[in-house]
């Protein structure tokens, strides 16, 4: 360990990053900067109120067209597991998993024993899928032999991993114990091993590969000797004892798995800034943007670890474990959710220009861009609910039926079948 991982590792929580790590604290920020935008203060963006509604009526057409009993399922990474329809003879026409084929039928877990080894082998895969899930670029495909089918983007990184997770690249026991994770295995992962595992090649390159290794390396490392007085876990899906054991008359509190989450894992996350001796992870400055809070000049967002949170989610509902809390969770700020924004007309870029060039994450107008994404998908949520007439719709239903799907479909439209977000964003693997 060196000496800087050292200091972060012995450093106090302090009530300034205490503040930046409450998901309340990531609503606020982004509402506060839509305030801002709204009274004209945003140098990068106008907003046009009058065009939320036609956003939200986009999202609620797409919702209807892909789940017509909306009978919506959960915004997570288990969707990108899915594929095809499990049996066009039956009245069951929900799609494939191919997860669940692999790891088990999560019904059939029975007592407490055998539901806690289906979690926490649903928890291996998913949690290192999800670490694997940033955008992927225009060039790169899989071609799953298995199915004969050939994936992009998120669906092709899901079944990639999936795939991966099999063949036991992620085991310390391959040959005896395929389908499962151990920190010490990730933590000396090879850059060359998940390179094969994800097909890539000059013809076939994926972006920011090294990045996604180098956070898998980091995880595993974290898991082993995580931040601040926690125990060390053997595989990450041994976090599921910790949030059994943690547990309030059987109830899971899904903020509680992203506070733990947080807490474990805050200096994993590469080139981030730190505060008060604690590593930050998905935080960027942003001068002002929280004025009159502790910490006013720094926005958080911390997408790939609520990504991570609603995909632990699914697992605990799936095995008939209640859980409170999962509206706590915010809209995710990714390039689908965002460029639905700007693709529908809510966001108008001030300097047209701006599309030409390429941002990194840190960057003014990319730190405003994913801020808005944030605030204007509660209130796109709050009218798709009411068009739709479900006023119990969860926002990871609302993501999942939905949002994400709008910015991809508007996406194509605009700017043809690949489907490239409206800002160019240079992807370490590690944000979006």
């Known amino acids: 360990m060196t000496p800087m991982a050292q200091s972060v590792q012995m450093a ?11 998901l309340a604290t990531i609503r606020s920020t982004a509402r506060q900067m839509l305030a801002d935008a709204r009274g004209g203060s945003s140098k990068n963006f106008r907003v046009h109120d009058e065009k939320i509604a ?42 494939r998993n ?13 007592g407490a024993g055998s539901r806690l080894e289906w979690l926490t082998r649903a928890w291996d895969l998913v949690m290192v899928s999800v670490l694997l899930d940033a955008g992927a670029g225009d060039q790169w495909t899989y071609h799953d032999e298995r199915t004969g089918m050939t994936f992009r983007r998120s669906e092709g ?49 994926l972006a920011g590969l090294e990045g996604r290794a180098e956070l898998l390396r980091s995880f595993g490392e974290k898991l082993l000797r995580p931040d601040y ?68 000049d720094y926005v958080p967002f911390h997408k790939l670890t609520q990504w991570l949170t609603y995909s632990l989610a699914e697992p605990l509902i799936a095995t008939g474990i209640q859980i409170s809390g999962l509206d706590e969770l915010t809209g995710l700020p990714e390039y689908r959710n965002g460029g639905l924004l700007i693709d529908s007309g809510v966001l ?27 605030a204007l998908l509660d209130e796109i949520a709050d009218q798709v609910r009411v068009k739709l ?17 709008a910015g991809r479909i508007l996406a194509a439209k605009k700017r043809g079948p690949l489907a490239p977000p409206p800002l160019k964003i240079k992807s370490d693997g590690t944000v979006f």
């Open 12 to 22: 106090k929580v302090t009530p300034r990053v205490r503040h930046l790590r409450d």
């Open 54 to 95: 036609e956003a939200a009526a986009i999202v609620a057409q797409i919702t209807r067209d892909n789940y017509p009993d909306l009978k919506i399922p959960f915004h997570s990474r288990w969707r990108h597991f899915e594929i095809g329809v499990a049996d066009k003879t039956s009245s069951d026409h929900s799609p």
């Open 98 to 110: 191919l997860a669940y084929e692999l790891i088990g039928d999560p019904r059939r877990a029975v």
């Open 157 to 205: 990184l899901g079944i990639a991993s999936l795939r991966m997770f099999q063949s036991g690249m992620f085991s310390a026991n391959p040959s005896a114990e395929p389908c499962r994770v151990d920190a010490l295995r990730l933590s000396t992962l090879d850059t060359a091993d998940l390179a094969k595992g994800f097909q890539t090649s000059e013809s076939n390159p």
């Open 229 to 296: 007085e926690m125990n060390p876990l053997v595989r990450p899906g041994d976090l599921a004892r910790v949030a059994l054991d943690q547990s309030k008359a059987g109830v899971i509190s899904i903020p509680n798995i992203f506070s733990q989450l947080l807490n474990r894992l805050s200096s994993m996350w590469p080139g981030r800034p730190s505060l008060d001796g604690s590593a930050l992870g998905d935080v960027w400055s942003f001068a002002g943007a929280g004025h009159g809070t502790p910490a006013p």
């Open 348 to 374: 108008e870029l001030l300097d047209p220009k701006a599309t030409h060039d390429a941002y990194r994450p840190d960057a003014p107008l990319i730190v405003e861009w994913r801020a808005l994404t944030v």
């Open 389 to 405: 007439e479900q006023p119990d719709l969860k926002l990871a239903q609302i993501l999942q039926g939905g949002t994400w799907a």
